[in-house]
C-alpha cells in the first residue's frame, strides 16, 4: 500500500524558511500528481501547490512566488520550499499524492509562523 510520510514542519520567525519534504512509499510506478494541501484552524483545507510527473505546476495565489515545489519521480519524494513566510501560513501541511486515480494523504506536519 502507498503510504505518504512528511518531514520538516516546526516553528518560525516571519519572514523566515522552511523545507518541507514528503516521500511516499509502497508505490510502484511514479506517482501521478504530488503536492501540498494545508488547513488552518477552523478553515477548510486549500491547495498550496501540487506537481505532476510530467512537470506541470499549480501553485495557490496564496502562495505563489514564495514557495517552490520540487520533485524528484525516480524516488517518489516532492519538497515545498517556503520563504517569506508569515503567521497566516500557520497550519497543518498534509502531503498529497494520487496514483491510478486513487488519492492519498500524509499524516500531516505543523508549520506555526511566530510574528
Known amino acids: 500500500q502507498v503510504q505518504l510520510v512528511e518531514s520538516g514542519g516546526g516553528l518560525v520567525q516571519a519572514g523566515g524558511s522552511l523545507r518541507l519534504s514528503c516521500a511516499a512509499s509502497?508505490?510502484?510506478?511514479?506517482?501521478?500528481?504530488m503536492g501540498w494541501y494545508r488547513q488552518a484552524p477552523g478553515k477548510q483545507r486549500e491547495l498550496v501547490a501540487v506537481?505532476?510527473?510530467?512537470?506541470?505546476?499549480d501553485y495557490s495565489d496564496y502562495v505563489m512566488g514564495r514557495f517552490t515545489i520540487t520533485r524528484d519521480n525516480a524516488k517518489n519524494v516532492v519538497v515545498l520550499q517556503m520563504s517569506s513566510l508569515s503567521p497566516e501560513d500557520t497550519a497543518v501541511y498534509y502531503c498529497?499524492?494520487?496514483?491510478?486515480?486513487?488519492?492519498?494523504w500524509g499524516q500531516g506536519t505543523q508549520v506555526t509562523v511566530s510574528s
Open positions: 506537481k505532476t510527473s510530467g512537470g506541470r505546476t
Open positions: 509502497g508505490s510502484v510506478w511514479s506517482m501521478y500528481s
Open positions: 498529497y499524492g494520487q496514483i491510478l486515480s486513487i488519492d492519498y
